[in-house]
């Protein structure tokens, strides 16, 4: 079973500040995607990376998958309020499964 | 724009009893996947449905089962309700399965069993 690691799994920051979060792996992805909780919500995705090395960016965050394709960050700059949720990362074996972490749990205060 | 739908949002269950979450989409997606969401745990698969007419098993399938009813509805049955079973239920579709393709949630059916 292919396993997906979150670090931290809480956080609380003062808004404008920068925060990078981790999701790690001991097994290769083919892709891996970036999904944004909010309570009482489903998650919504924010990027899928496929190419190892890869940097995606979607406005203030920016998103990077490792070179070997078993981890991702996702860096956040200058955090806002609307940034608060549980931020979920998913990992995909070539079509064979589809595995989620345990999340990090983002609060920017105001 | 609807996306996902589940039905219903909350649910009370005594141990023993039965009930079936219903989920529907309208974005013409192949696949469908039911995911049970613990604290600390994450999302995990339940069951998924790649094409119309095909189910099949996920991580966490003991307990549950499927049926996907066409194109657009997919369901997850209990049984025999557990309380091991009380959690957050969500439902999702994609174009196609897994493959990179993004996966639309639903907003979840909040499911506890006394």
């Known amino acids: 079973t292919q396993l997906l690691e979150q670090s931290p799994q809480f956080l609380s920051i003062q808004e404008g500040e920068n925060l990078t979060v981790y999701c790690n792996s001991s097994?290769?992805?083919?892709?891996l995607q970036w999904y944004r909780q909010e309570p009482g919500e489903g998650p919504v995705l924010l990027v899928t990376?496929?190419?190892?090395?890869e940097v995606k960016k979607l406005k203030r965050l920016t998103f990077q998958f490792g070179d070997a394709r078993k981890d991702s960050s996702l860096h956040i700059t200058a955090a806002q309020p609307g940034d608060t949720g549980l931020y979920l990362c998913?990992?995909?074996?070539?079509?064979?499964?589809?595995?989620f972490g345990p999340g990090t749990r983002l609060s920017v205060l105001p | 724009n609807a996306g996902v739908t589940q039905t219903p949002k909350f649910q009370v269950l005594k141990t023993g009893q039965s009930m079936t979450l219903q989920c529907a989409q309208d974005?013409?997606?192949?696949?469908m996947y039911w995911y049970r969401q613990d604290p600390g745990m994450g999302l995990r698969l339940i069951y998924y449905?790649?094409?119309?007419?095909?189910?099949d098993k996920g991580e966490v399938p003991n307990g549950y089962n499927v049926s996907r009813l066409n194109k657009r509805e997919f369901s997850l049955r209990l049984e025999s309700a557990a309380p091991s079973q009380t959690s957050v239920y969500f439902c999702?579709?994609?174009?196609?399965?897994?493959?990179?393709?993004?996966?639309?949630f639903g907003d979840g059916t909040r499911l506890s069993i006394l």
């Open positions: 974005m013409n997606h192949n696949s």
């Open positions: 999702a579709s994609s174009h196609d399965p897994f493959l990179n393709q993004p996966q639309h």
């Open positions: 990376v496929v190419t190892g090395g």
């Open positions: 449905s790649a094409s119309e007419g095909t189910t």
């Open positions: 998913a990992g995909e074996n070539y079509g064979q499964n589809f595995v």
């Open positions: 097994s290769v992805f083919s892709s």
